[in-house]
T-cell receptor, first 112, second 114 residues
Framework: DTEVTQTPKHLVMGMTNKKSLKCEQH?????MYWYKQKAKKPPELMFVYSYEKLSINESVPSRFSPECPNSSLLNLHLHALQPEDSALYLC???????????FGPGTRLTVL | QQQVKQSPQSLIVQKGGISIINCAYE??????FPWYQQFPGKGPALLIA?????SEKKEGRFTISFNKSAKQFSLHIMDSQPGDSATYFC?????????????FGGGTRVLVKP
């Protein structure tokens, strides 16, 4: 079963709020990813965790803060976001750093 | 060098027809080429993938053709069905590169008319 779950499905937040997105996989994958996707565009890589360590940060603003508490969980903490941060946030995982990535359904984030 | 160019941006095909999406790349270090299918409001789902030592790979109605010398690869959807209406992304990556970064094409919105 290649399932990556994400919660919540939808999130509306104000610019002063703090919220978190959650991603979970139970496939034993050791690499996990956060992507941001705007409408009609391909996903843009934000962060990569490999063996629970942050291995890539694609120059993402500090208002986005990733966390990998264990090999199955990935969080994205959000603080002081801007309206232009509204997008679909996708989590993905892969068996190892260099294998096929499986995406979750995403969290639709709206920043007011 | 990291770009993957995808065409067309959109296409309309009649039910039962063939949908063809093309991608071209420059970086010869790319050695893994997946295709993803994405329905509105959903995450991309892996459809089929190919490595450059294979010229063609078929899974059901979906076929990838790969031309290493031309640095091009394409997706053919045979007997297209209305349920195939989605956005398709080609991608490329360098196996064993740090983080396995996927370089995505711009996407093709496919509409299959009944």
């Amino acid at each position: 079963d290649t399932e990556v779950t994400q919660t919540p499905k939808h999130l509306v937040m104000g610019m002063t709020n703090k919220k978190s997105l959650k991603c979970e996989q139970h496939m034993g994958h050791r690499a996990m990813y956060w992507y941001k996707q705007k409408a009609k565009k391909p996903p843009e890589l934000m962060f990569v965790y490999s063996y629970e360590k942050l291995s890539i940060n694609e120059s993402v603003p500090s208002r986005f803060s990733p966390e990998c508490p264990n090999s199955s969980l990935l969080n994205l903490h959000l603080h002081a976001l801007q309206p232009e941060d509204s997008a679909l946030y996708l989590c993905a995982s892969s068996p190892a750093r260099w294998r096929t990535q499986y995406f979750g359904p995403g969290t639709r984030l709206t920043v007011l | 060098q990291q770009q993957v160019k995808q065409s067309p941006q959109s296409l309309i095909v009649q039910k039962g027809g063939i949908s063809i999406i093309n991608c071209a790349y420059e970086n010869t270090a790319f050695d893994y080429f997946p295709w993803y299918q994405q329905f509105p409001g959903k995450g991309p789902a892996l459809l089929i993938a190919i490595r450059p030592d294979v010229s063609e790979k078929k899974e059901g109605r979906f076929t990838i053709s790969f031309n290493k010398s031309a640095k091009q690869f394409s997706l053919h959807i045979m007997d297209s069905q209305p349920g195939d209406s989605a956005t398709y992304f080609c991608a490329a990556s360098i196996d064993k590169a740090a983080g396995n970064k996927l370089t995505f094409g711009g996407g093709t919105r496919v509409l299959v008319k009944p």
